[in-house]
């Protein structure tokens, strides 16, 4: 009887591609850098703020180059804030609170033009030009942090696209393989797809023709007892243990291990390599879901969602426009009442983040708590 030696442990080979070691090494050294210019533009502009919402009235040279010294400062700090977004993005990859922390670091920015005279930082100006120029000021903070909320979702949902990719192909193989110490089944793959224990890779021929949980045609994570957890089941493979080809016979003889309780057998399972591709196959399930169920609201609620949307951005322009000062530029909407282009654009924005949000947690329920 060939079989392969059931104790060789797996040689798991990492390969460092070139473009995440450069991103990591650019990801450290630029953390801090992009920070501290974030920092130093960020209060550059709100001392500018207060500045001009308190001074009186400069020549129209002045205010054309404190205009054109506003803009560069936007530039800037949007540039530097979208490298501190990536660099954050790279040092905290894979945490569940990265994307809130992103987008709440973009709301803080988008509503500086409302924060900023509501904390008494800013006061209300009383010359017009001086008005324009707190404005642009403020202005230039929220365009900031508009620039970095899109990065945030477009970061969301390619960080979801390659996740699922991974999860689709390996499922949550790789942390299941370094604990249970096992490779496939070569020369006989089987992947029924929500199959049994036995219909999946990782079930070995030289066990399986003494395994009563195959001869009985039940699953072992069912019964919490199997070959890659119970000893017995193994040394029965190996001695070349008989087990009747009936069912039922072959049922009764399925080990019974009473020495671990129900929760310490449910743990060997979640950390079992044969478990994870049976969850697998639940995200393979569960992923489609998730997108038909987004698709199908997006289709099925669009007119409500639009008009929300719609709603919401005007609510939200109102808010800032309230302590946009009086200008011929700044007074005027930048949301139009009846939902149009921009609208829909957000709209679908917010439906792909909610869909990679989605995507998280299907991940973290099957993957992690291995529901
Ligand atoms: S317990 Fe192991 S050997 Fe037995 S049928 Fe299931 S996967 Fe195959
Ligand atoms: S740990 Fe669970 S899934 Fe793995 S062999 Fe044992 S019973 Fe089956």
């Known amino acids: 009887m060939e079989h392969g030696n059931i104790h060789e442990p797996i040689k798991y080979v990492r390969r460092a591609h070139w473009q995440t070691e450069a991103l990591n090494w650019l990801g450290s050294r630029f953390f801090w850098v992009s920070a501290a210019a974030t920092l130093a533009l960020s209060i550059w502009l709100v001392y500018y703020a207060m ?97 970095l909320g899109i990065g945030a979702v477009l970061y969301q949902v390619v960080d979801a696209s390659i996740r699922v990719r991974q999860r689709i192909k390996y499922g949550g193989r790789e942390e299941a393989l370094g604990k249970t110490e096992v490779k496939e089944e070569e020369d006989e793959i089987r992947n029924v797809f929500f199959g049994k224990c036995w219909q999946l890779p990782f079930c070995r021929k030289f066990i399986r023709q003494s395994c009563p949980i195959y001869h009985s045609r039940r699953t072992c994570w069912k019964e919490r007892v199997g070959c890659m957890c119970e000893e017995s089941v193994i040394l029965d493979a190996l001695h070349g243990k008989v087990i009747p080809r009936d069912a039922i016979a072959a049922a009764r ?55 929300a949307t719609n709603r919401a951005l005007r609510d939200i322009d109102s808010a800032v426009s309230r302590f946009a000062f009086t200008t011929a530029e700044s007074g005027k909407k930048l949301v139009d009442p009846v939902p149009g282009f921009l609208d829909e654009v957000m709209l679908i924005l917010l439906m792909l983040f909610v869909l990679s949000q989605m995507v998280r947690l299907i991940e973290f329920a099957v993957f992690k708590l291995k529901i």
């Open 51 to 147: 500045h001009f919402s308190s001074a009186v009235a400069i020549s129209p040279e002045a205010t054309q180059t404190a205009a054109d010294l506003i803009f560069k400062l936007k530039i800037g700090l949007t540039v530097s804030l979208l490298v501190f977004g990536i660099c954050f993005s790279v040092n905290f990859v894979g945490d569940y609170a990265l994307p809130v922390t992103l987008l709440g670091i973009a709301a803080l920015f988008f509503f500086a033009p409302s924060w900023l005279p509501w904390s008494g930082i800013v006061s209300d100006p009383r010359v017009e030009n001086m008005a324009a120029l707190t404005s642009m000021a403020m202005g230039a903070l929220s365009f900031a942090g508009i620039a």
């Open 253 to 307: 003889y399925i080990p019974q291990n009473t020495r671990l309780s129900p929760e310490q057998k449910a743990e060997r399972c979640r950390n079992c390599v044969i478990y994870n591709e049976h969850q697998r196959h639940k995200y393979n399930l569960l992923l489609p879901a998730a997108i038909v169920l987004t698709a199908a609201a997006y289709i099925i609620l669009h007119e409500g969602l639009l008009t």
